[in-house]
């Protein structure tokens, strides 16, 4: 698990939001590469080769790992190690039991997105906690444009984002809180 670039560079002063400069290592999207799919909002997990659950896991400089922790990287900007910890000591593992009880079918090798009423208050508007394999993502058809974007993802509001697959494992991402929120126009200026 590699942290996904941001489509656009961040602006320097207001890390919150982006520039309108392509970040040179997801050129690829503008250049009309890869496929777009939906960004659930929610906590990524892995279910690894050996059918164990992990929980994605932030752990910031200076920091103690917890027990059985799998890093991954480290961003050198913040430096936070991005990895992977047993999902059974995460704050996800009831929630995870959840999912699982409510839909006891085998899974596959591979990331889910863990949604549901206890998940970043539920902007998914799920009833139950789910587990949405990042494989079956929603796909979509977007423009590749910052304006074009940006203005898909004002329009979309129940999304989180998007993020684009280069069939050579590349991804890229773009959330709708990238851009800052949309004024709206005093009564006079409006009508």
Known sequence: MKKIPTLFLR???DRKHVLSEVNPACQWVLDGEGMSTRKYDGTC?????DGVWWARREVRAGR??????????TDD???KTMGWEP?????YAKYHAEALAAAPERRSPGTYELIGPKINGNPEGVRGHELVP???????????DLDGLRDWLLAHPRYEGIV???????RAKLK??????????PAAEAG
């Open 11 to 13: 602006n320097p002063d």
């Open 45 to 49: 997990l892995l279910l690894d080769e």
């Open 64 to 73: 103690t790992q917890p027990p059985g922790y799998r890093p991954v990287m």
């Open 77 to 79: 900007a913040t430096g």
């Open 87 to 91: 999902v059974e000591q995460s704050p």
């Open 134 to 144: 990042h494989a079956d993502a929603e796909r979509f058809d977007v423009p590749r």
């Open 164 to 170: 684009w697959h280069h069939p050579d494992g590349r």
């Open 176 to 185: 709708r809180r990238d851009f800052p929120a949309p004024t709206a126009l």
